[in-house]
């Protein structure tokens, strides 16, 4: 097999969430163009790693001929598509367009993932389940991004991320508040940095209004290679079931992960260093600061 393709979508955590997949198909075929079709900005990070060879954006006008049934395809894209010896596909698509559309550009080999993750098994396990069709089976679910950069940890730096996709799975701003005065209270070389992307913004400013100190810093929409490579730097990493969380976890850093309403077992990074604290209650109310210290 000389040429793979790789098409996946989806937010930050999703993508590091099949690179366990995407690592099992380039060390199964080392000498293989290995491709991946998906969000530049995020697909990077297999790049930087060495999973890929190359990427291309998914955020392509003519690729919405593919969505089409029985519509004319892009020239363009009938051509690379067909260039491919296997494409693996995470995209939705439930009425097989997409995937009937790319055998009529001629691709011979294709294998549908499984977007949806189920609640029988961790979510890597899950994404990877379709790679037994080339007899390919993940042992180990635990995503590695490897920077690009020397790594030089400072232990008295630490990274907390106060986001997520969604705001029942969000600490209490007043938490954060709280657990950053006592982190910084315990050690006066301790420094914290606060990171965030846009939707993250709001936090981020009530954040930087609530605790005005020199030794906290914020760290706005940094590309996501830069953030793996300040984050493998950090001593520890404190954050929610989030991409940022799993970034974190990849690279190596030290992490204790809030959980509230998703189950970790199914959504929890599975690195070696990664620790989870879940409320009984399935809540981020139900997670009091004193807990969060006693964790770390």
């Not at 067909?82 to 995209?91: C, D, E, R």
């Not at 294709?110 to 029988?120: C, N, R, T």
């Not at 730096?157 to 705001?167: D, F, M, N, R, Y």
């Not at 006066?188 to 030794?215: Q, S, V, W, Y």
């Amino acid at each position: 097999m000389s040429r793979i393709l790789v098409i996946r979508g989806g937010a930050i955590g999703d993508f590091i969430l099949t690179l366990p997949a995407i690592r099992l198909l380039r060390e199964a075929f080392p000498a293989a163009h290995l491709e991946i079709l998906g969000y530049q900005h995020i697909v990077a990070l297999a790049q930087m790693s060495g999973y890929a060879d190359g990427t291309r954006s998914i955020e392509y006008g003519p690729l919405a001929s593919f969505f089409a049934r029985d519509g004319e395809l892009a020239p363009d894209l009938v051509e690379y598509f067909a260039g491919f010896q296997q494409v693996i596909s995470y995209l939705f698509d439930p009425d097989q367009i997409f995937a009937n559309n790319l055998k009529r550009a001629g691709v011979r080999n294709f294998i549908a993932g499984l977007p949806k993750v189920s609640d029988q098994e961790h979510a890597a396990r899950h994404l990877a389940r379709p790679l037994e069709r080339l007899a390919l089976y993940l042992d180990d679910p635990a995503a590695v991004i490897m920077p690009n950069e020397p790594q030089k940890v400072d232990s008295t730096l630490w990274a907390i991320h106060p986001g997520s996709g969604s705001e029942k799975k969000r600490w209490p701003l007043e938490h954060f508040v709280s657990l950053a005065e006592c982190l910084l209270q315990q050690n006066d070389k301790r420094r914290l940095l606060f990171i965030g992307g846009e939707a993250d913004e709001k936090r981020l400013a009530n954040l930087a209004r609530l605790l005005p100190n020199d030794r906290i810093s914020l760290v706005r929409n940094r590309p996501l290679p830069a953030l793996a490579n300040l984050l493998q730097n950090c001593g520890m990493f404190i954050g929610h079931d989030s991409g940022i969380s799993h970034l974190s976890a990849a690279v190596g850093t030290p992490s204790l992960l809030l959980f509230g309403p998703s189950d970790p077992a199914i959504w929890a990074p599975q690195n070696r260093q990664v620790r989870v604290l879940r409320s009984a209650s399935l809540t981020m109310t139900g997670i009091e600061v004193a807990e969060v210290l006693a964790a770390l």
